[in-house]
């Protein structure tokens, strides 16, 4: 499984923008796909994850009612739309994506199987 994550850039506060990633699996259905993200100098946390399958979704208490994570099964991609974006929120954006028999919290890093590149999302005041 290959994923490809693009979409970051430089927003003003209060901006949006959307993160795309690109799956290159087709028997997808059963994946958890997440979105983590790294700020300069911190450890890297979790954002957002999605059940491919049935479109359940998680977010962390930080972007909860800002962020939107999503899929289209049609075109195996995932999207993390964020909105009123906040300097806080700069960082590396990732998506990784854990492929059916992996187990544990859908937020710890450790139990996903496939990363991406990282898309770099810098918010300005």
Same mark, same amino acid.
């Given at each position: 499984?290959?994923?490809?994550?693009?979409?970051?850039?430089?927003?003003?506060? *209060?901006?949006?923008?959307?993160?795309?990633?690109?799956?290159?699996?087709?028997? !997808?259905?059963?994946?958890?796909?997440?979105?983590?993200?790294?700020?300069?100098?911190?450890? +890297?946390? !979790?954002?957002?994850?999605?059940?491919?399958?049935?479109?359940?979704?998680?977010?962390?208490?930080?972007?909860?009612? +800002?962020?939107?994570?999503?899929?289209? *099964?049609?075109?195996?991609?995932?999207?993390?739309?964020? +909105?009123?974006?906040?300097?806080?929120?700069?960082?590396?954006?990732?998506?990784?994506?854990?492929?059916?028999?992996?187990?544990?919290?859908?937020?710890?890093?450790?139990?996903?199987?496939?990363?991406?590149?990282?898309?770099?999302?810098?918010?300005?005041?």
């Amino acid at each position: 499984v290959q994923l490809q994550a693009f979409g970051g850039g430089l927003v003003q506060a *209060g901006g949006s923008l959307r993160l795309s990633c690109a799956v290159s699996e087709r028997t !997808f259905e059963n994946y958890i796909v997440g979105w983590f993200r790294q700020p300069p100098g911190r450890e +890297r946390e !979790f954002v957002a994850a999605i059940k491919w399958k049935s479109g359940s979704t998680y977010y962390a208490d930080s972007v909860k009612g +800002r962020f939107t994570i999503s899929r289209d *099964g049609a075109s195996d991609t995932a999207f993390l739309q964020m +909105r009123g974006l906040k300097p806080e929120d700069t960082a590396v954006y990732y998506c990784a994506a854990r492929s059916p028999g992996y187990s544990g919290d859908y937020y710890r890093d450790s139990t996903y199987n496939y990363w991406g590149q990282g898309t770099l999302v810098t918010v300005s005041s």
